[in-house]
Nanobody, 127 residues
Framework: QVQLVESGGGLVQPGGSLRLSCVAS????????MGWFRRAPGKGREFVTA????????YYADSVRGRFTISRDGSKNTMYLQMNSLKPEDTAVYFC????????????????????WGQGTQVTVSS
């Protein structure tokens, strides 16, 4: 089993920044694919970004590319999501996720291919 705990959410003004963290424990691996998804009010779960191994390839949704950055500190079993130039439409609950399976490129954006999820952290972008 893998446990994931997110933190770092909050209220920020448009144009501001936040950094989310996701700490993994349990049966973790430094080469597990990890990702961030979000769910806005009244909408389904949406892919945001992922870091896939081998190769540490990054993937971003078009809506966040150039503004968000995913990273990972293997020594701390922690994944980060740096969010800059935030917009009101970024308001959502953000979830980190991982899987013990090796994903191919076509799978990294599909929430159903991730086995473990955090509880989520709320990000609200509003003036």
């Amino acid at each position: 089993q893998v446990q994931l705990v997110e933190s770092g959410g909050g209220l920020v003004q448009p144009g501001g920044s936040l950094r989310l963290s996701c700490v993994a424990s349990g049966r973790t691996s430094s080469t597990s694919t990890m990702g961030w998804f979000r769910r806005a009010p009244g909408k389904g779960r949406e892919f945001v970004t992922a870091l896939r191994y081998p190769g540490a390839t990054t993937y971003y949704a078009d809506s966040v590319r150039g503004r968000f950055t995913i990273s990972r500190d293997g020594s701390k079993n922690t994944m980060y999501l740096q969010m800059n130039s935030l917009k009101p439409e970024d308001t959502a609950v953000y979830f980190c996720a991982t899987t013990l399976s090796r994903l191919i490129t076509s799978q990294v954006r599909d929430a159903s291919d991730y086995n473990y999820w955090g509880q989520g952290t709320q990000v609200t972008v509003s003036s």
